[in-house]
Structures are given as C-alpha cells and as structure tokens.
C-alpha cells in the first residue's frame, strides 16, 4: 500500500509539472506572524503540579510564517510555507515547512506538515475552544503534574496525531458537494525538515486515512468526518518485548447555528504502542464543546475525559478536564483572551494521594496578530 501511495502521488505529481510547464509570473510571498503573552496561576494536590504564578510565551499561538504562492498558465498551484516558532528561554526553531501542488484533480503536500487527520478530519469538542489553543498542548497542560501517563490521554490525540509535523506526503481529493477524503505517508515518525532516522520509533512507516463532509442547510452548518492511522512501532530496545503496531481511529462531529456552535470527538488508539501479549490499552477518549459568538468576542465551554492502561495491568490511567475560555478582540490584530481549566487526574497505581492530582490553572494574556 505505501508503494502504491508513493507511486500514485508521483505519477500524479509529475503529470501535473507536465501539464504545468509554462508559467505566468514568479511566486508572491507573504509574510506573517503573532505573538502571544500570558499570566499564568497553577495550583495542584502535587507538590510539583504547577509553578504558583509566571510570565510565558504560548508557543502555540505564536509564530512566523512565510508563505509564497504562484500559478503555471496551466492552472498547476503551487507554494511553499515555511514557520517558525517561538520557544520560551528567548529561542526558537523551525516548526512547519512544506510544498504544495494543486489543481482540479486535488492536492499533494510534500514536507513537514499535518497529517490528513487534522487537515481533512479532526473535528471535535475542542474545536469550538475560546480562549488558549485547545487541549493539544498550551501552558495549561504544562503546568500540571499528568503523573507520568499517556501524552495521548490528556492532550485528546490519537496516535496518528504523534506523528506531528514530521516529514510525509499526503494527498487530498478536491471538496465534492461538502466531500473530501485524504492519504497521508510518515516514513519516520521523529524525522523533521532535514533529519534523517532509522525506522525506531513509536510511529514509523504511518498511514493515515480520513474523510468529511460539511454542508449548510437553512443557516445550520453541519459537519462530519472520521480517520483512520495504521504504522509500526519499533521502539522497543534489546530485550524488551515487542510493542504493538499503531493501530487507531478518531470521529467527530459539529453543528453551528446563528453564533452557536457544538462539537463532539472520540478517539480510541486500541492496543496501540503497548507490550505485546500485556493486554494493554492504548487509551480512548471524548470531549464536547460549546461556544457563541458575539461581535469581535467568543466564549466556551468544554467536558474532556479519556481514559488508557498501557502497562496492561487492569488499573486504568484517567484524565477529566472542564475548561471554561473567552476571546475578545479590542482591534484589528490584537486580543484578549483567558481561560479556566480544572483537570482530575488518577494513574494506574492505586487509590493512594501520590498517585492523584486535581489541579486547576487560570490564564489570561493577549496577542498580536500582523
């Protein structure tokens, strides 16, 4: 199936530069960017479980893009995207880079970008979220002391999702009716921009599936979509056991109307990444989501629970966030916003105080957006 992946995309590809040959003008680049400030207040049963109060950058939401476009007389699009992103410690590094060819016939993306999951699928409670960048890793989540289980179970990711901006090909059918389906490649899981890896890690050798459908009907949006990730782990070191393949889905699902907007997802990674013959779950998960918005603001309200047992030992991990955000904007480029999260959460050692934490974490912060 890869080959036949790799084969396709480049038949395609390269019929698409042959009918592209002539071209009109040289590419036209953007650039753009946002920064992004915060207070954060952390309190947690754990003695480590937060830092009490600080000052950070929210790496997520700030960063530097860009982005050059151009066009063949042919009709082939094509552009190339290049972000970086700021990192607290007054560093950064080069997040997203990729190229991209389009035209009747769909798109292929060649380089460091989402898989097909998130850009064609990945619908869920969090996509309503006001206020910080979801739950798939801002300052609040940092602030927490998670006890040591699954990234997976409280960032709401299927395995699929680890794979991350590393290096891969995808390719997506043209919107049909509301209709779009997607196949992303991953050689190697951890391989970003130039790095070269041997296949031994958690995801190696990804394939990833999706397909959605969105339409309006009356003033009501509705929308739904599904994927579907299948890879090798090869992480295991020198006599330990064999983990097991990556194998995981996610559904989601939303409706908006007159400002209002509702969404649902779940996840199930199944036995991914667990030791073979452990019996081990490699987590599940849902969350819900609600928001209106009014004029230049937006509040939400989110419910997030996931669950995972990947020692395979009947005591399952567990995760509940309740999260609570608004948004306003004060002018053109520049926001406010601010965010209230109350996370439970228990690992598969037992019912003793080590082994829990409920914690909460206040932020509020602006940014710049140009």
Request: proline share 1%; charged share 15%.
């Amino acid at each position: 199936m890869k080959k036949v992946l790799l084969a396709s995309s480049a038949l395609l590809g390269a019929s698409a530069f042959a009918a592209g040959s002539a071209y009109a003008e040289k590419p036209v680049m953007t650039f753009s960017g946002s920064l992004a400030y915060e207070m954060i207040f952390a309190d947690g049963d754990q003695a480590d479980a937060g830092v009490g109060h600080s000052i950070s950058a929210n790496d997520q939401m700030s960063e530097l893009v860009w982005d050059a476009k151009g066009s063949t007389d042919a009709g082939l699009n094509y552009r190339a995207n290049v972000q970086w992103r700021y990192t607290n410690g007054g560093s950064g590094s080069f997040d997203e880079s990729w190229l991209q060819f389009s035209g009747g016939w769909g798109s292929i993306v060649l380089g460091g970008d989402d898989p097909v999951s998130d850009t064609v699928a990945g619908t869920a409670g969090h996509t309503f979220q006001a206020g910080t960048w979801g739950t798939d890793g801002n300052n609040a989540l940092r602030n927490v002391n998670f006890l040591g289980i699954s990234t997976a179970t409280h960032y709401y990711q299927s395995s699929a999702g680890m794979t991350g901006d590393a290096n891969k090909i995808s390719y997506s059918t043209p919107n049909f009716a509301g209709f779009q389906a997607g196949v992303s490649y991953t050689p190697q899981g951890a391989a970003f921009q130039q790095t070269q890896q041997v296949n031994n890690n958690a995801n190696d050798q990804v394939l990833d599936f999706a397909a959605g459908w969105g339409g309006e009907f009356g003033g009501v949006g509705l929308k739904f979509d599904g994927s579907y990730q299948m890879g090798e782990d090869n992480s295991a070191t020198a006599g330990a056991a064999d983990r097991e393949d990556l194998r995981s889905y996610m559904l989601g699902a939303s409706i908006t109307f007159a400002g209002f907007g509702l969404g649902a997802g779940f996840f199930d990674n199944q036995e991914s990444n667990t030791a073979k013959g452990s019996n081990g779950d490699g987590g599940q998960g849902f969350n819900v989501g609600g928001s209106y918005s009014f004029g230049p603001g937006s509040v939400s309200l989110m419910y997030q629970n996931s669950t995972d047992d990947l020692d395979g030992n009947n005591l399952e991990d567990e995760a509940t966030i309740y999260h609570a955000g608004v948004t306003y904007t004060i002018a053109d480029g520049l926001n406010a916003y601010g965010s209230y999260y109350n996370m439970s959460i228990d690992n598969e050692g037992g019912n003793t105080a080590a082994n829990q934490n409920d914690a909460q974490v206040v932020i509020i912060g602006t940014r710049v957006t140009f």
